[in-house]
């Protein structure tokens, strides 16, 4: 069984300031982790995924995070916040047995808004 | 864009009736994957297909049903509908078995009176 918790459902920043939202993740297999983001009114955008490769992922607009095995963790940052970066991002793991693909098991979000 | 299209794009139905949810994928992708997401809270998985079969499956009833078609286009169908089925219905493809990312759709957003 898996499970991912986000802490804090809601973090403000000031624009240009550090973007730092938490994520843990449980899981009783080797765990395939992910960062996604929604817009309003819109689907999931994939920012990074972890598939074991290099511990530190680098994704798309700037952001970034680091899988922790030691501490079960997958924390998404960005050096510095912009006014776009304001929206809703999900963290989730997956296993991957080999016969199928990513079957992902979401935290509840975090809702990420960005202070000119 | 993702080429993933999802119709209608909002839905209401009454208690008890049936829904069907549409999802086209891009060409090639021959697993898609539905999920659920109620308001303000993570997409739940409710299951998966591969090149037709069903490939897993979350915590759902069985009133949850869905079909894969080979021209990459997929249904989710709810029978009995109950009030905590409104949410947005999300449903994702991508291109081989676990190699390749996940492409969601806008989601279809479904209420229930």
């Known amino acids: 069984a898996q499970s991912v918790t986000q802490l804090g459902s809601h973090v403000s920043v000031s624009e240009g300031a550090l973007v730092l939202l938490r994520c843990n993740y449980s899981?009783?297999?080797?765990?395939?982790l992910f960062w996604y983001v929604q817009y309003p009114n819109q689907g999931l955008q994939l920012l990074l995924k972890?598939?074991?490769?290099?511990?530190l992922v680098k994704g798309i607009n700037g952001f970034e995070a680091e899988f922790k095995k030691s501490e079960t963790s997958f924390h998404l940052t960005k050096p510095s916040a912009h006014m776009s970066d304001a929206a809703e991002y999900f963290c989730?793991?997956?296993?991957?047995?080999?016969?199928?693909?990513?079957?992902?098991?979401f935290g509840k979000g975090t809702k990420l808004s960005v202070i000119p | 864009e993702t080429g993933v299209t999802q119709s209608p794009t909002h839905l209401i139905k009454t208690r008890g009736q049936q829904v069907t949810l549409r999802c086209s994928s891009q060409s090639g992708h021959n697993t898609v994957s539905w999920y659920q997401q109620a308001l303000g809270q993570g997409p739940q998985f409710i299951f998966q297909?591969?090149?037709?079969?069903?490939?897993g499956r979350g915590n759902f009833p069985p009133r949850f049903s869905g079909l894969q078609f080979p021209n990459y286009s997929s249904e989710l169908n709810v029978n009995a509908l109950e009030l905590d089925d409104s949410a947005l219905y999300l449903c994702a493809s991508n291109a081989d078995r676990g190699t390749d990312t996940q492409y969601f759709g806008p989601g279809t957003r479904l209420t229930v009176l």
């Open positions: 989730a793991v997956s296993p991957y047995s080999g016969a199928g693909s990513y079957q992902l098991t």
């Open positions: 297909y591969y090149r037709e079969e069903e490939n």
């Open positions: 972890y598939t074991s490769a290099a511990t």
């Open positions: 899981s009783s297999v080797p765990p395939y």
